[in-house]
C-alpha cells in the first residue's frame, strides 16, 4: 500500500492564478480530509469528506473548493490564489468507526508571490 | 469551541536526559487524543490514541498518558533519532456523535536531543 499521497510536493503560483492540489489514497477509507499547516500555528482543517459525493467546510474553507467522485481521490481547488494561501497542505484519510486516527501524505508545499 | 495548547514550544535535550512534553485540551465530549510526530518536510505520523483519563500507552522510548484536562508524551532515554515535532490533537465527540473525526491540532512541540 502506498498509502496516501499527494502531488505535486512543491509549487510556486502567481496571485491570481488557480491550481488543484491532488490526494488519493489505496487504503480504501471513506473519510478525508484536507488541512493547511502554517509555521507555529498548528493544523487547521480546510475541507473534510465522508465519502464519495459528500463534502462539508471546515475550519478554513474560504478560497477553497473540493470534490470527491470516488473513494480513493479528494482534490483541492485554489481560485484566485493570494499570498495569504503561501502554506503547507497535507491530505488524510481514515476508516469508518474503529480507533479515528487519520493518515496524512507528505504534503504539498505552495508559495503564492 | 475546542482548543489545544502544547508546552514547551521548543525543548532542547542531551541524549539520554528523560523529559515530558505537555498537551492541556479544552473540548466539550472527548473522543480521543492522539499524538503524533512530524519530521522536517514530512507529514504528520501517527504515535498513539488516548480515550479516557487514566489510559496510557508505550512504543519504545516513548509514553503518552492522559488525565481530564492534559496529556503528556513521557521521552525516556532519548536519541538524536527522536528529534522530531511534537503534534497533539483532540477528536470531539460533537453534537449527536457526529464531529466526522474532526481534529483540533495544538502549534506543536519542536524536540531537538544532543548526541
Known amino acids: 500500500n502506498a498509502g496516501v499521497t499527494q502531488t505535486p510536493k512543491f509549487r510556486i503560483l502567481k496571485i491570481g492564478q488557480s491550481m488543484t492540489l491532488q490526494c488519493t489514497q489505496d487504503?480504501?477509507?471513506?473519510?478525508m480530509y484536507w488541512y493547511r499547516q502554517d509555521p507555529g500555528m498548528g493544523l487547521k482543517l480546510i475541507y473534510y469528506s465522508v465519502g464519495a459525493g459528500i463534502t462539508d467546510k471546515g475550519e478554513v474553507p474560504n478560497g477553497y473548493n473540493v470534490s470527491r467522485s470516488t473513494t480513493e481521490d479528494f482534490p483541492l481547488r485554489l481560485e484566485l490564489a493570494a499570498p495569504s494561501q503561501t502554506s503547507v497542505y497535507f491530505c488524510?484519510?481514515?476508516?469508518?468507526?474503529?480507533?479515528?486516527?487519520?493518515?496524512f501524505g507528505p504534503g504539498t508545499r505552495l508559495t503564492v508571490t | 469551541e475546542d482548543q489545544v495548547t502544547q508546552s514547551p514550544e521548543a525543548l532542547r535535550l542531551q541524549e539520554g536526559e528523560s523529559s515530558s512534553l505537555n498537551c492541556s485540551y479544552t473540548v466539550s465530549g472527548l473522543r480521543g487524543l492522539f499524538w503524533y510526530r512530524q519530521d522536517p518536510g514530512k507529514g504528520p505520523e501517527f504515535l498513539f490514541t488516548?480515550?479516557?483519563a487514566g489510559e496510557e500507552k508505550e512504543k519504545e522510548r516513548l509514553k503518552a498518558t492522559l488525565t481530564k484536562k492534559e496529556s503528556f508524551l513521557h521521552i525516556t532515554a532519548p536519541k538524536p533519532e527522536d528529534s522530531a515535532t511534537y503534534l497533539c490533537?483532540?477528536?470531539?465527540?460533537?453534537?449527536?456523535?457526529?464531529?466526522?473525526?474532526?481534529?483540533?491540532f495544538g502549534q506543536g512541540t519542536i524536540l531537538t536531543v544532543h548526541p
Open positions: 487504503m480504501n477509507h471513506n473519510y
Open positions: 488516548l480515550y479516557s
Open positions: 488524510a484519510s481514515r476508516t469508518s468507526g474503529g480507533t479515528y486516527e487519520q493518515y
Open positions: 490533537a483532540v477528536h470531539n465527540r460533537g453534537a449527536g456523535g457526529t464531529s466526522y473525526g474532526k481534529l483540533t
